[in-house]
């Protein structure tokens, strides 16, 4: 492939791209030099704890809000100055927000979205039926949309993205607050869509799991800039190293384990807490075994017992700690 | 601007109006306030002036309140609900999605608009029959309507045309409410009382002081009220035509100052962000 071809593969570029909002508090960042680009066929991960700036992305691209600086092009179009050509060949859907009319029924709701587009209502139907059928959505079409369960209305929301048959779509927290069973199908679905449509999708999310199953490449964010840009696979191959995961009791606090962040060859930590347990799991990306063994005495000097430890595999979300020193539980902790 | 979203957002509208319960029972539950209000305003003016020393009860003033009443209710109910839709539209994030589809954000609240504009027509044309029949036989007394094929066109006409105008404010009201966060539901309510004042509603607005006499004079609703009463109580065709004319006229002024503040507001809200917001 040479670099035309590579050029013509890009659905979306963003250069330099800035987002400043004027908030009580002062002026907020949100956008701080993005540069990326993302192919035809593509579904690419933004990955990074909520007010990293991935919502702000997708609201940009998706014309819903205009950039503070930078440039960003969608199948070539500027964000700025060309919106209605973009939102021609797009389509977005946020987990956090399932847009439908209460007491019309899910069909409805869908037909309705599809006449904004121009869809003939024969060939729009047609869509409909053929999309709720991949969802599983096909028998509870004819229910009014208040009716449904949270998971039949993000599904309801899932086939409205991909109604006008566009070209990107840009999915926020598409699986969010959803159980495990409906989230799997939800990724089967895009992954197809993807697949066999040729579409471009950017995946917004803070889930890495999501990432790991269905991205082929992530871009990692944080605090508005974005900290690499690869395939999950290679992301986690740079770490070079597994990371160490301790079950400590009692559950510290956020700040408590500060001090493990300044020991050497630590190059971040996170933790999570399982309730159940009463037990805090924190897991520290370390370079080489002694440093693994300071990170245990320390946490034994802070007063707590280890539980367990032992080496793992690292997770995207060591990929972020390595490069940011904190995980997201922590990250959003800060920023909150 | 395309039709297909138009009548898509037609049905949805109608459907938005209606749904919620049977369509019997939502139809009389929409019907109860213009009729309610048309009785009220009417019962307010059939006390004062028989008690009036002396009395001055006049059964064409009385029919003047009863299509203003009823045009007002028509008017107020449906000129707010391109600000409905956008306010509604953002809790529920239907507004953002219509908003990144091309070119549809006029389309939904046209189609909005005009779903309302047919609900309230039936509503209100039902409740000044109910009222005629109703106060004429509690007053006791005829009221002088000309009901003919001729005048009940002229009004419906003369309600078509106002769409102009009522839509031209809808537009208005719905910039506020694209980046607004507070008082968006209320604004149209503030924005109807002005106008019971403002249209002739009631009364005549020369009673109005000076300068605010002038303007209520050139509004296009008060020339919609006038049009309306010359089909329907004086049968004056010549002075109904030019007041359809001058209804128009204005109409089309409000709706390009509307058409021009909603797409100003659409950039701004872009530029600030707020589209999609629901709170400040």
């Known amino acids: 492939m040479d670099m035309n071809d590579i050029d013509a593969a ?14 009580k508090e002062g002026k907020v960042i949100a956008l701080d030099g993005v540069d990326m680009q993302v192919r035809k066929g593509e579904v690419f991960g933004v990955l990074g704890p909520n007010g990293a700036g991935k919502t702000t992305m997708i609201r940009i691209l998706s014309t819903l809000l205009l950039p503070s600086s930078g440039k960003a092009e969608v199948m070539g179009f500027d964000v700025g100055k060309e919106p209605e050509k973009i939102r021609a060949v797009i389509n977005m859907a946020s987990g956090a927000e399932r847009a439908g009319y209460d007491f019309i029924t899910a069909r409805g709701n869908l037909w309705f979205f599809s006449q904004l587009y121009g869809i003939p209502s024969e060939e729009a139907h047609k869509r409909i039926n053929e999309l709720s059928k991949m969802l599983g959505l096909q028998n509870y079409l004819d229910r009014k949309f208040y009716a449904l369960s949270t998971g039949y209305k993000q599904r309801v929301t899932l086939v409205r993205a991909f ?61 508005g800039k974005i ?25 510290p606090t956020l700040g408590a384990l500060e001090p493990l962040g300044k020991l050497d060859g630590v190059k971040g930590y996170t933790s999570s807490i399982d309730e159940e347990r009463g037990l805090s799991r924190i897991q520290v990306v370390v370079e080489g075994d002694a440093a693994g063994q300071s990170v245990v005495e320390a946490i034994r000097k802070m007063g707590m017992t280890v539980m367990s430890n032992w080496r793992q595999q690292a997770t995207l979300e060591e990929v972020f700690v390595a490069l940011v020193g904190r995980g997201f539980r922590e990250r959003e902790h800060e920023t909150s | 601007m395309s039709l297909r979203a138009i009548a898509a957002s037609i049905r949805v509208g109608w459907a938005r109006e209606f749904n919620w319960t049977n369509p019997l029972a939502g139809f ?25 020393i002396p009395p001055s009860f006049d059964p064409s003033m009385l029919a003047y309140i009863i299509i203003g009443a009823a045009l007002y209710t028509h008017v107020a109910a449906y000129s707010w609900v391109p600000t409905l839709a956008i306010a509604e539209g953002k809790w529920t994030y239907v507004f953002p999605q219509v908003y990144i589809a091309p070119h549809s954000s006029l389309p939904y609240l046209i189609g909005r608009t005009l779903a309302s504009f047919a609900s309230s027509t039936m509503t209100v044309i039902v409740s000044l029959i109910l009222s005629f029949y109703a106060l004429s ?35 208005l009201l719905s910039a506020y409410a694209l980046f607004a966060t507070k008082f968006e539901w209320a604004l149209p309510t503030y924005v109807a009382g002005l106008l019971m004042i403002f249209s002739e509603a009631l009364f005549p607005v020369s009673l109005l002081p000076h300068p605010v006499s002038d303007i209520a004079n050139v509004l296009p609703f008060t020339e919609f009220m006038r049009a309306s009463r010359y089909a329907m109580i004086y049968g004056d065709i010549p002075s109904y035509s030019l007041y359809l004319g001058l209804s128009v006229l204005g109409g089309l002024i409000f709706l390009g100052l509307g058409y021009a503040a909603f797409k100003y507001a659409e950039n701004r809200a872009r530029r600030l962000g707020v589209i999609d917001k629901k709170t400040a």
């Not at chain 1, 995946?203 to 890495?208: D, E, G, P, Q, S």
């Not at chain 2, 009389?28 to 028989?50: D, E, K, N, Q, W």
């Not at chain 2, 009221?143 to 105008?165: C, D, E, G, K, R």
Request: aromatic share 4%; net charge neutral; charged share 15%.
């Open chain 2, 28 to 52: 009389t539950l929409r019907t109860v306030g213009p009729l309610a209000s048309v009785i009220a305003a009417s019962a307010v003016y059939y006390v004062a002036s028989v008690h009036n």
């Open chain 2, 137 to 171: 036989s509690i007053i006791g007394t005829g009221i002088p309507f000309i009901v003919t094929p001729v005048s009940v066109s002229l009004l419906i006409l003369a309600m078509v045309v106002n769409i102009f105008a009522a839509f031209g404010l809808g537009l």
């Open chain 1, 227 to 251: 900290l690499a840009c690869d395939t999950p696979a290679a992301l986690k191959r740079t770490l070079g190293a597994s990371s160490l995961v301790l079950d400590v009791s009692p559950v």
């Open chain 1, 10 to 23: 890009v659905t979306v570029r963003v250069n330099g791209l800035r987002r400043q909002f004027d908030s």
């Open chain 1, 163 to 223: 109604i006008n048959d566009p070209k990107v779509v840009f999915l926020d927290e598409p699986t969010i607050g959803l159980d495990v069973m409906t989230a799997l199908s939800i990724r089967e679905y895009i992954l197809k869509q993807a697949k066999d449509h040729g579409r471009t999708i950017l995946l917004a999310t803070h889930n890495m799991a999501e990432v790991d199953a269905i991205c082929n490449r992530v871009a990692i964010i944080d605090k």
